[in-house]
């Protein structure tokens, strides 16, 4: 029972580098998204996915990319990591994709990525 | 300001004891209230999740109420144990629509 794998645990990166946050899911989840968390602040959405080949923003997608070509995978790219960027990022998918369906589904999360930027 | 607000910010409590995490939501329309437990260094977990016809929902220890009028919802941890130690986290909404609040810091001690 893996569910929801994001890779790696951390990284410190320096500012202008980029890099690819990693999330797998082995449930056939249809929708995945990306948020993430500060301290003092609730989760916020980044991009989310309601199907392979179909991506969109959400509260904070600036300086973020993501793409899904696979059902199970829902990679997040920093395209030039900025200190701003320094939070626990957090992958997650839920059963359903349409909006009344998914209203009642759980999503279930990985255990994150706690990324530095310096 | 957060449309979803939590109190108490962090409590601690004894093993054995019962406790009550508040939620109150400004958003609206409502669409549904969820409570999910995050562990230190780990992804939240769900726990309820509760439509605009439910008031009620338990799962074991924990049991979730809604008060649509008021826009109000509470967490009732009973007979609390160590490992309930965590994050216990408000959120309205559904979909991709979700708002979270910033969480009850829950320490249970011996």
């Known amino acids: 029972n893996a569910g929801v794998t994001q890779t790696p645990k951390f990284q410190v990166l320096k500012t202008g580098q980029s890099m690819t946050l990693q999330c797998a899911q082995d449930m056939n989840h249809e929708y995945m998204s990306w948020y993430r968390q500060d301290p003092g602040m609730g989760l916020r959405l980044i991009h989310y996915s309601v199907g392979a080949g179909i991506t969109d923003q959400g509260e904070v997608p600036n300086g973020y990319n993501v793409s899904r070509s696979t059902t199970e995978d829902f990679p997040l790219r920093l395209l030039s990591a900025a200190p701003s960027q320094t939070s626990v990022y957090f992958c997650?998918?839920?059963?359903?994709?349409?909006?009344?369906?998914?209203?009642?589904?759980?999503?279930?999360f990985g255990n994150g990525t706690r990324l530095t930027v310096t | 300001k957060n449309q979803v607000e939590q109190s108490p910010q962090s409590l601690i409590i004894l093993e054995g004891k019962n406790c009550t995490l508040q939620c109150n939501y400004t958003v609206s329309p409502f669409s549904n209230l969820r409570w999910y437990k995050q562990d230190t260094g780990r992804g939240p977990v769900s726990l309820t999740i509760?439509?605009?016809?439910?008031n009620t929902k338990s799962n074991g220890r924990y049991t979730a109420t809604l008060d649509a009028d008021t826009k109000q919802s509470s967490l009732h941890i009973t007979a609390s144990q160590l490992s309930d130690s965590a994050s216990y986290i408000c959120?309205?909404?559904?979909?991709?629509?979700?708002?979270f609040g910033t969480g009850t810091q829950l320490k249970v001690e011996l």
């Open positions: 997650a998918s839920s059963y359903s994709t349409g909006q009344a369906s998914s209203y009642n589904s759980p999503l279930h």
């Open positions: 959120v309205w909404g559904g979909g991709n629509k979700l708002t």
């Open positions: 509760m439509t605009f016809s439910e």
